[in-house]
C-alpha cells in the first residue's frame, strides 16, 4: 500500500499495490503494522455499507463526538463518489479547511479519515456504492454534523444535489453552535 498525504494533516490517501497476473490482481487494503508504521490508529470495530441510486446524492458532513470520536476507512466499491473530509480539530493548522478525492471501484482507493473531522460524500455516478469501516462504535448521543453547504467553510460540490437528507440538510451554520 501507497500512502499519500492530503493537504490536511493525518489524513491519506491509500493506494493499493496491485500485484496483477493471469487471473487477476491481488492488493492488501488494510495491515495494521503498515497503519501503525505510519501512525495511523488501526482499530477498527464496525463495517458500514451504503447504496445510492442517483448521481448526486449527498450524505454528510457527520462526525460523532469525543469520546466517540472515530476514524474512518472509506472505500467506494461500485461507482464512484466525491469524498469530502473536513477538519474540526480546533487545535489544527488545517482546521476549517476541507478536501476532497475521487474514490471509485476503479480507481480502488480508501481514505483514511482521522478522528476529528467531518466527513461525507456525494455520489458520481447511479448505483455508487461505499464500503467504510469505523474504530468507534456508533453513539446517537455523540453524532454530530456539519451542514454540507455550509458558508463558513465553501466546499465545492461537483454535482447539483439530487438527494439528501433532512438531517443533513438541516444542521445549524458552523458559527451558531455553541
Known sequence: MRFVETRLIGAYLIEPEIRADERGFFARA??????????????????????????????????????????????CTAGAICDVILDLRPDSPTFAQWAAVELSAGNRRLLYVPEGFAHGYQTLTEGAEVFYQVSAFYHPQSERGARWDDPAFKIEWPLPVSSISAKDASYPDWGTLP
Not at 56 to 65: A, D, E
Open 30 to 75: 488494510f495491515c495494521r503494522r503498515e497503519f501503525l508504521a505510519h501512525g495511523l490508529n488501526p482499530e477498527l470495530v464496525q463495517c458500514n455499507l451504503t447504496f445510492n441510486p442517483a448521481s448526486g446524492t449527498l450524505r454528510g458532513m457527520h462526525y460523532q463526538r469525543a469520546p466517540h470520536a472515530e476514524v474512518k476507512l472509506v472505500r
